[in-house]
T-cell receptor
Framework: GDSVTQMEGPVTLSEEAFLTINCTYTATGYPSLFWYVQYPGEGLQLLLK?????DKGSNKGFEATYRKETTSFHLEKGSVQVSDSAVYFC????????????FGTGTLLAVQP | KAGVTQTPRYLIKTRGQQVTLSCSPISGHRSVSWYQQTPGQGLQFLFEYFSETQRNKGNFPGRFSGRQFSNSRSEMNVSTLELGDSALYLC???????????????FGPGTRLTVL
């Protein structure tokens, strides 16, 4: 079945460092891909998305490019801030008569001042 | 516009008890999905409702059930609680169910259930 694999955390960075969180997927067809963020004590928020190959999703300085050839959707940010500290989830939606999102296990990012 | 609300935010129960969690979707949203989040299993899909009908169900035992009311509010129930049911239960709403393209789901803050 469809699945998402993302890098284990925690990822600890200093403020203004470059961030990469790896995400790869296994799916039939052409899924839509997402990054969600979960701040402490809150639900999930959609950070960015891409719906077809070579699409680049971007928001709040974060970017991810849908790479079908490598089945990847890595999250990047050029300069992280303390306020970016959160858990990041990679997810896919693969159509059909369901709302079901398939999530990776999440990566905790801790940014130190 | 108010977001998705879930009540209660925290619950403590003992094994064998049952629990009901509530979710109020964003106004105008008619589709509600539930997810279970645990450290070991991550985020797993429980079920989804649209127009008071369960459209899909994840791979969970029959102790997990839900329903949706005519105002789109949804409840989920877990009977005969087990220690492993301790989790954050997240509700998400969308305007309508997704089909060939994805309708964005908006998540609530979750209900933290602890089973002792």
């Amino acid at each position: 079945g469809d699945s998402v694999t993302q890098m284990e955390g925690p990822v600890t960075l200093s403020e203004e460092a470059f961030l990469t969180i790896n995400c790869t997927y296994t799916a039939t067809g052409y899924p839509s891909l997402f990054w969600y963020v979960q701040y402490p004590g809150e639900g999930l928020q959609l950070l960015l998305k891409a719906t077809k190959a070579d699409d680049k999703g971007s928001n709040k300085g974060f970017e991810a490019t849908y790479r079908k050839e490598t089945t990847s959707f890595h999250l990047e940010k050029g300069s992280v801030q303390v306020s970016d500290s959160a858990v990041y989830f990679c997810a896919l939606y693969n159509g059909g008569a369901t709302n079901k999102l398939i999530f990776g296990t999440g990566t905790l990012l801790a940014v130190q001042p | 516009k108010a977001g998705v609300t879930q009540t209660p935010r925290y619950l403590i129960k003992t094994r064998g008890q049952q629990v009901t969690l509530s979710c109020s979707p964003i106004s105008g949203h008619r589709s509600v999905s539930w997810y279970q989040q645990t450290p070991g299993q991550g985020l797993q899909f429980l079920f989804e409702y649209f127009s008071e009908t369960q459209r899909n169900k994840g791979n969970f035992p029959g102790r997990f059930s839900g329903r949706q009311f005519s105002n789109s509010r949804s409840e989920m129930n877990v009977s005969t609680l087990e220690l492993g049911d301790s989790a954050l239960y997240l509700c998400a709403s969308s305007l309508a169910p997704s089909g060939s393209s994805y309708n964005e789901q908006f998540f609530g803050p979750g209900t933290r259930l602890t089973v002792l």
